[in-house]
């Protein structure tokens, strides 16, 4: 290890204080020292958790721009080769920027728990506290376990490294298989699960908990159990060790009923619930709905990241993706397909054929829209000085052509306040005229506030979700539709039919998934495992026209909506994209391994 980063962990840690000034050298922190000294060994740890990354890990680029839940707005050279279909080994497009999805700073983590694990062995380390270590040891097993399903998910079977290599190691070693792989995942839950607490408390909130350990073993199970790992020639062909992308046997019924038994082990701890489960009268849905990712600490959160103010690279949510009519850049707008995957409120389909729906779309709506997403006519907040001449009321305007009376008492259009074309930093707007609400704190000037918002990487909702669908494949509709509907009572929406059955209610099933985490890196993945990205992620980007006319009150307006708006993205999904190809440098480094189909 480099010097420079044990002396921050030392000054990290108050090292004068606890570590004998005697070692040697006396210019530098031993490795060894780490696992003589309690809090040494919990600041490396902690560390460790730098490698999980997080959703904004990727600064303005979430993982929603690099689907069609949203398109980002800005010139950066990696995202359009993901959404153009022209990733290679050489050229990976937009997941590289984020740490917890690039081969390279994964392994680093990797490396590092396994260093932790391989110390604080019985009669390796000198720390008597066992319960400390025990702890120590549950954390970089379940960090080391997140570590590798997210290689799961981006790459399918990859090498398992348990122990870190010395000198006079073979460092070539192969891929494992996609099982292999799945499996060490799900026993290595399991173990952290045993040495985890249930839950944690005060400072040591955020970090993994027995609950984390067994909601990472329900994802991981349930990726095991989908189409992609399981339907390999439906995405290719002729590739020579199908093992590596996918399960060779014909066990995929166990495979849904381990995944279904994964996530009722959650739901069996009690420990969790989901955030305002049932509404009071009264309640406003959306409102509670956005609570659930702008509140530190509630029952629903199994997993989170928390931020400080001062950490400023993390907690300009607001003006990353805020309108910029507020000085918001709107990094990442929302396309119509996801606006569009928002069910009426009484159940039904949105439909733009309908008369009805096309002359106001956002009109009873699930409300989750509202939580989600700022669409034209929203109230948001105080306006900036430079803006608020034209909006005193702080309401979202993305109409591009909104018609006023001048002081000149005449007629005239300008752009909305919140468009590119808008009076104020119009290179900033979002491109679909929509923006991300989830992540944003109202109560936060967008253009100045620090947020001290969590990013939350696992939360009640999902093992929900994990749980409906593998009921689905197992074959328990009934229990399903019952789970399904505890996430639509606290929406606000009326319960999916008993009658329900087959694709409809795998139809439900997943658009109820798409909406309740939209944003929350999931859609990029369950396309994939879907096996729906190549249909979903092809049609071009779109978003949303409005023209604003007055009516003959010269006070109310009449609004027309049209879509596809006029400025659209085309995109591509090309069919080996359901995994990514191994790094061209780690292929080039290691004759052992074989690339993914199609690359």
């Known amino acids: 290890m480099k010097n420079i980063y044990y002396l921050l962990i030392v000054l990290m840690t108050g090292f004068c204080s606890c570590v004998d000034m005697d070692l040697e050298p006396k210019d530098e922190l031993s490795e060894s020292a780490l696992y003589k000294d309690a809090p040494l060994l919990e600041a490396f740890l902690n560390n460790q958790y730098y490698y999980a990354g997080h959703g904004f890990s990727a600064r303005e680029l979430l993982l929603a721009g690099l689907c069609d839940e949203a398109r980002f707005t800005h010139a950066w050279s990696q995202p359009v080769y993901t959404l153009n279909g022209t990733v290679t080994p050489a050229q990976l497009g937009g997941i590289v920027r984020f740490r917890q999805f690039n081969w390279g700073d994964v392994y680093k983590g990797i490396r590092e728990c396994n260093m932790i694990l391989e110390n604080t062995e019985e009669g390796v380390t000198t720390i008597t506290d066992k319960d400390f270590i025990k702890k120590i040891r549950g954390q970089a097993i379940f960090l080391r376990a997140y570590h590798y399903h997210n290689l799961i998910r981006i790459y399918g079977g990859v090498p398992i490294v348990e122990n870190t290599f010395k000198l006079n190691d073979d460092f070539f070693v192969p891929r494992n298989t996609l099982a292999e792989c799945i499996k060490f995942v799900a026993d290595e839950c399991d173990r952290a699960a045993e040495l985890l607490p249930d839950k944690w408390t005060d400072s040591n909130i955020g970090r993994a908990s027995k609950g984390a350990a067994l909601t990472l073993k329900?994802?991981?199970?349930?990726?095991?159990?989908?189409?992609?790992?399981?339907?390999?020639?439906?995405?290719?062909?002729?590739?020579?060790?199908?093992?590596?992308?996918a399960y060779t046997d014909n066990n995929r019924q166990a495979r849904w009923q381990a995944a279904k038994d994964a996530a009722k082990a959650v739901i069996d701890l009690n420990v969790y619930k989901l955030y305002k489960e049932d509404p009071a009268a009264g309640d406003s849905i959306a409102r509670n709905y956005h609570e659930i990712f702008i509140t530190k600490k509630h029952e629903e959160i199994i997993w989170q990241k928390f931020y400080l103010a001062k950490d400023v690279d993390n907690t300009r949510f607001a003006r990353w993706y805020g309108p910029n009519g507020y000085g918001g850049w709107g990094s990442d707008g929302p396309t119509q397909q996801l606006v569009d995957y928002f069910l009426m409120k009484d159940g039904s389909k949105f439909d733009w054929t309908n008369p009805a729906h096309a002359a106001n779309p956002y009109k009873d709506r699930d409300p989750r829209l509202r939580g989600s997403i700022l669409y034209d006519g929203t109230k948001f907040q105080t306006r900036i000085p430079a803006t608020i001449g034209w909006d005193p009321e702080g309401i979202i305007e993305t109409a591009v052509s909104i018609e006023y009376i001048n002081d000149k008492g005449e007629k005239v259009t300008r752009p909305g306040l919140d468009t590119r074309k808008g009076p104020?930093?119009?290179?900033?707007?979002?491109?679909?005229?929509?923006?991300?609400?989830?992540?944003?704190?109202?109560?936060?000037?967008?253009?100045?506030?620090?947020?001290?918002?969590p990013w939350i990487y696992m939360r009640y909702a999902e093992v929900l979700l994990n749980y409906a669908e593998a009921c689905i494949g197992a074959g328990d509709e009934?229990?399903?539709?019952?789970?399904?509907?505890?996430?639509?009572?606290?929406?606000?929406?009326?319960?999916?039919?008993?009658?329900?059955?087959?694709?409809?209610?795998?139809?439900?099933?997943?658009?109820?998934?798409?909406?309740?985490l939209a944003f929350e890196e999931h859609r990029y993945f369950d396309a994939r495992r879907w096996l729906t990205a190549q249909k979903d992620f092809s049609r071009k980007a779109s978003g949303i026209d409005i023209t604003a006319k007055l009516n003959a009150d010269n006070k109310t307006y009449t609004k027309t909506y049209t879509v596809p708006s006029a400025e659209t993205q085309d995109r591509k999904f090309s069919i080996q994209n359901y995994l990514s190809p191994i790094p061209e440098e780690e292929m080039n480094a290691n004759s052992l391994f074989i690339q993914n189909p199609g690359y």
Do not use: H
């Open 478 to 516: 009934g229990e399903a539709i019952s789970t399904l509907n505890k996430l639509r009572k606290r929406a606000g929406m009326p319960d999916i039919p008993a009658t329900t059955t087959g694709a409809a209610l795998l139809d439900l099933c997943r658009n109820e998934r798409i909406v309740e």
């Open 218 to 245: 329900s994802r991981m199970l349930l990726y095991a159990a989908s189409d992609l790992f399981n339907s390999p020639d439906a995405w290719t062909t002729g590739y020579k060790n199908p093992e590596l992308i």
């Open 424 to 453: 104020y930093e119009d290179w900033n707007g979002s491109y679909t005229n929509y923006y991300i609400n989830k992540f944003i704190n109202n109560d936060f000037t967008v253009n100045s506030d620090q947020q001290e918002i």
